[in-house]
């Protein structure tokens, strides 16, 4: 069985591809646990609910024009398009694609300490379904 080693994800925000700017990229995807316990059973039962999916990604900050903050600051508070591939290669079974809208809901322009590379953690709610696409 072949194992992964990320070293070239792809990740684009409204268009913009950062992936030479982020250090680590989480696609989460979990869905509400409802009830459906009735009379006459004798354990819980459940069923899946509505999904509730994020991203989180850790950004090395950079304020050059086109780069992570001209593009994320101008977006705070708005839903963009994100792509994120394992592989920046072309879209196929071993390197899906993952389209989504998500809600640029944080952002913190500065964060390090002395010596350290300034970097930028954000987890982003994703609004609707997350695409997986493998042609």
């Known amino acids: 069985m072949a194992r992964l080693v990320l070293t070239n994800a ?13 250090g680590s990229v989480t696609i989460t ?15 819980r039962t459940r069923v899946a609910g509505l999904a509730d999916n994020s991203l989180a990604l850790e950004f090395h900050q950079d304020y050059a024009t086109s780069s992570v903050e001209a593009t994320i600051y101008p977006i ?8 994120v591939k394992p592989n920046g290669a072309t879209t196929s079974a071993t390197n899906p694609s993952y389209t989504f809208n998500a809600l640029i ?31």
């Open 76 to 83: 705070i508070g708005t839903t963009k398009q994100v792509v």
């Open 29 to 43: 995807t979990t869905d509400d646990v409802v009830e459906t316990t009735a009379f006459g059973t004798s354990a």
């Open 105 to 135: 809901s944080e952002w913190t322009p500065l964060s390090g300490a002395v010596g350290e590379l300034a970097t930028a953690s954000v987890t982003w709610p994703i609004d609707g379904e997350i695409t997986k696409a493998v042609i």
């Open 10 to 22: 792809y990740i684009t925000i409204n268009g913009v591809n950062l992936s030479d700017h982020i």
